[in-house]
């Protein structure tokens, strides 16, 4: 399966892990410069993940810091998966630049909340259904990168069989048990592999029923959260997917907004039960399209 660690996050936990230790030794970035033989742009850079530097810089900027052993330590190892290379990576052919950026992302969370009000996400897709998704937002790709997006997204899945578990819980608009997304047979596995997900004890799918309280009107997002890593945090982080380019919201502020709204969401969503009721009718639904009930003669 994937590696789970992220050399994304790796190198962003570390850029705000040195940016935040140079503030607490009330330090500015030109002080650093100076000290270093560096330009303030490259400080500037490394706090802001866009260069990565060397294992000997880290380790004069941590002696600069006054940061000693064991946590000096730490910020060495996670300097060093910085720079490995994610799964993904095997597909930049395909997919494009911000795609890839937050499946390193997704790839080191600890849990992900995702309001799905048009489509069933890519991390809950049947290999088909995923297809005509791709397709469908890609019309002018070639089948062999559609192909190539497919198997990436099939691979990104193994994340839901991650150890330690990989929270998911999203919230899906009925609505989107009703959208054709290719035909009938397609839409009745894509709903049985829905099932078969909310069973899983570290996911939870649930409903928002059309006929129930709407509590927040907002197109569709997904909101990571990440654990500590070699004892460095990172914040939450919000992302909202348009036609032609994506949005990442990182503010805490911002992301808790957010939160809150996923929360309303949620609670205004049926339980388990009555979500696996509404996606049983909706799958006999479709499997009566596709295999329609003939009037007995006579």
């Known amino acids: 399966m994937p590696e789970p660690a992220s050399p994304i996050v790796r190198r962003r936990r570390l850029a705000a892990e040195l940016r935040r230790l140079r503030e607490r030794a009330d330090l500015t970035g030109d002080f650093v410069a100076e000290r270093m033989g560096w330009s303030a742009s490259k400080v500037s850079r490394i706090e802001n993940a866009h260069t990565s530097p060397r294992p000997a810089e880290i380790q004069k900027l941590l002696a600069l810091y006054g940061i000693e052993r064991p946590y000096a330590d730490e910020l060495m190892a996670l300097a060093q998966e910085a720079k490995r290379k994610g799964w993904w990576k095997a597909y930049s052919d395909a997919l494009p630049g911000p795609h890839t950026r937050f499946i390193g992302l997704e790839a080191e969370a600890a849990a992900t909340s995702i309001w799905c009000p048009e489509v069933v996400s890519g991390l809950l897709q049947t290999e088909d259904y995923a297809r005509e998704v791709i397709r469908t937002a890609n019309e002018s790709a070639p089948p062999g990168e559609i192909e190539r997006r497919v198997e990436a997204r099939m691979v990104r899945q193994q994340l839901l069989h991650r150890d330690p578990p990989f929270a998911l819980t999203a919230v899906i608009d009925e609505s989107v048990l009703m959208r054709r997304i290719g035909n009938e047979q397609i839409m009745s ?41 070699h004892e460095v945090s990172y914040h939450d982080v919000a992302y909202i997917e348009h036609v032609t380019d994506s949005v990442y919201v990182e503010a805490e502020r911002d992301t808790f907004v957010y939160l809150t709204g996923f929360r309303r969401l949620y609670d205004a969503a049926l339980d388990l039960e009555d979500s696996q009721k509404r996606m049983t009718r909706a799958q006999h639904d479709w499997e009566l399209r596709h295999h329609p009930v003939r009037p007995s003669a006579g």
Request: proline residues 7%; hydrophobic residues 50%.
């Open 189 to 229: 596995r894509q709903i049985g592999r829905l099932l078969e997900l909310s069973e899983y004890p570290h996911l939870s799918l649930r409903i928002l029923p059309l006929d129930g309280v709407h509590p927040v009107v907002a197109g569709g997002f997904i909101l990571l959260q990440f654990g500590a890593v």
